[in-house]
């Protein structure tokens, strides 16, 4: 059973930073691909940046310059450092993680960048 946990959300003023963590338990190989979505109010969810198994990252054209994906294998956790962010940040992000033809996701945590 792979279970996600994400932490490191909350409110920060526009222009602020913070970072996500998602760490997996279970019978996980120590290389997989994993990535954080987001979705705001109305909105579909949507990729934000994802990590290879082999060290690719991929960001949406909206994050890039301003997020960074990093990954520890040792621990199996993600992160996503997110700087000089903007209203329409706003959302809830979500952890994934692609294996075996499945994908898992973890619980979500709230992210509100407001003044």
């Known amino acids: 059973q792979v279970q996600l946990v994400e932490s490191g959300g909350g409110l920060v003023q526009p222009g602020g930073s913070l970072r996500l963590s998602c760490t997996a338990s279970g019978n996980i190989p120590r290389r997989t691909a994993m990535g954080w979505y987001r979705q705001a109010p109305g909105k579909q969810r949507e990729l934000v940046s994802r990590s290879g198994r082999f060290g690719t990252k991929d960001y949406t054209d909206s994050v890039k310059g301003r997020f960074t994906i990093s990954t520890d294998n040792a621990k199996k956790t993600v992160y996503l450092q997110m700087s000089s962010l903007k209203a329409e940040d706003t959302a809830v992000y979500y952890c994934?993680?692609?294996?075996?033809?499945?994908?898992?996701w973890g619980q979500g945590t709230q992210v509100t960048v407001a003044a």
């Open positions: 994934n993680m692609e294996l075996l033809a499945m994908s898992y």
